[in-house]
């Protein structure tokens, strides 16, 4: 089994990284679950308890705590999966990047992602998931937070280094690559998701099967 971890600060491209993954028939597992699931057990809504919960597992169970409840996740992944490769999105220490490396040995590897801040500031910004998507400071606040929790360090250990800089689909290039995964297999390319929208929109809703035979 390979086990494929990410790093990197937010709006890096993690998330990105993971729909290449799952487009491919990878499957992801999403170590921030684990706390939403906490949360949930604890009758908290993970919207507003998240970096609480993620504190208190760690006081609790140990600072590997969330990269231990992760593991039998990527066990149960990797024999649900069609392929002998997992991704793992959001690794944030040096601890729980020691406790995969002890779990999997040569069969983990780390991914950096990487790209400077006033691009992910824009690109976060662009995608408005949340108010705190367009908020300058939050996000000098969020890098600020997840380096002293050892992201950083983290993003340092790395295996593999990418560089989220350009476009998106040479980005998504890369992570196949990454991943292991031939060039334009199991995935669509964002070019190709492009062309659609543009012709959906040249089209309108109406339209969409007009123009395959010219009548
Ligand atoms: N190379 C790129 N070109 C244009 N947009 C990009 C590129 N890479 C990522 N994006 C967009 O930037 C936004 C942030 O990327 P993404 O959501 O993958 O970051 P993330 O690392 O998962 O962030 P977070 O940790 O905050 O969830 C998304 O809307 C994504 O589609």
Redesign the pocket.
């Known amino acids: 089994m390979n086990v494929i971890g990410t790093v ?11 729909n290449v993954a799952e487009e491919a028939g990878i499957p992801v597992v999403v170590m921030g679950d684990v706390i939403r699931a906490e949360c949930r057990r604890r009758g908290l809504d993970p919207a507003e308890h998240h970096g609480r919960i993620a504190g208190a597992l760690r006081e609790e169970e140990g600072d590997d705590a969330i990269a231990v409840r992760t593991l039998p996740l990527i066990r149960e992944a990797a024999a649900d999966g069609e392929r002998d490769t997992v991704l793992v ?2 690794l944030r220490s040096t601890v729980e990047l020691e406790r995969f490396r002890e779990a999997f040995g040569d069969d983990f590897t780390l991914v950096a ?1 990487r ?1 400077p801040f006033e691009l ?1 500031a824009e ?2 910004d ?2 408005g ?1 949340d108010d705190s998507d367009s908020d300058l400071e939050a996000l000098r606040e969020r890098d600020a937070r997840e380096i002293e929790l050892g992201l950083g360090e983290t993003l340092e250990r790395a295996d593999v280094e990418i560089d ?5 689909a ?2 998504r290039r890369r992570v196949r690559e990454a991943l292991g995964v031939a060039d334009g297999e199991g995935e669509r390319g964002s070019a190709d998701r492009e062309a659609d929208a543009d012709r959906e929109a040249d089209a309108g809703p109406a339209t969409a099967d007009a123009g395959g035979d010219g009548s």
């Open positions: 990197g600060l937010p709006g890096s491209g993690k998330g990105e990284a993971a999105d959001g992602v790209a992910r690109r976060l662009d995608r998931r989220n800089t350009g476009t998106l040479a980005f």
